[in-house]
């Protein structure tokens, strides 16, 4: 365990210093903002799907290194990925950093994204872990939509 703790901490220190596709793609097929009150974190979530498929996804925003670094890391996982595959790991992430028991496939198929199990120890920073993720289903749900984590 003391090894993930130490890859989560490089992994969130790096990509919050220096996030992946940060940057707002328009015009865009879909898009969402999130807003996490209880941190102050912010975000705007762009997506561009064609045929069922995220063909491009990128953010701009402010937060904590935890919701910054959620954001980019998993901006760089879903591109390429289909929607019906997000929807899966969305659900694979909240068990995650809710501190539900996952199997070794959806472990697996997590990747890099599997560091944010070290959050079920910060309850408060689970809210900011999964702030870009509840995001991204509403800008799935609907073209325009505010995601809240309350
Ligand atoms: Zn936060």
């Known amino acids: 365990m003391s090894e993930l703790r130490e890859l989560y901490q490089e992994v969130i220190l790096?990509?919050?210093?220096?996030?992946?596709n940060f940057r707002k793609i328009e015009p865009c097929s879909h898009h969402a903002n999130g807003h996490n009150p209880l941190c102050g974190d912010k975000l705007e979530?762009?997506?561009?799907?064609?045929?069922?498929?995220?063909?491009?996804?990128?953010?701009?925003?402010?937060?904590?290194?935890?919701?910054?670094?959620?954001?980019?890391l998993m901006t760089q996982f879903?591109?390429?990925?289909?929607v019906a595959e997000t929807r899966k790991y969305f659900?694979?992430?909240?068990?995650?950093?809710?501190g539900k028991t996952l199997n070794d496939?959806?472990?697996?198929?997590?990747?890099?994204?599997?560091?944010?199990a070290g959050v079920q120890e910060f309850p408060a920073r689970v809210k900011c872990a999964?702030?870009?993720?509840?995001?991204?289903?509403?800008?799935?749900?609907s073209a325009d939509a505010s995601a809240q984590t309350e």
């Open 105 to 116: 496939r959806e472990l697996e198929e997590l990747g890099k994204l599997a560091i944010f």
């Open 78 to 82: 879903l591109k390429g990925k289909s």
């Open 91 to 98: 659900d694979s992430f909240h068990d995650l950093v809710t």
């Open 14 to 20: 790096d990509h919050n210093k220096n996030p992946r």
């Open 130 to 141: 999964s702030l870009s993720w509840h995001t991204l289903i509403n800008a799935l749900n």
């Open 45 to 72: 979530l762009f997506l561009n799907i064609v045929d069922d498929v995220i063909k491009d996804i990128a953010f701009v925003g402010s937060g904590c290194a935890i919701s910054t670094s959620s954001a980019s």
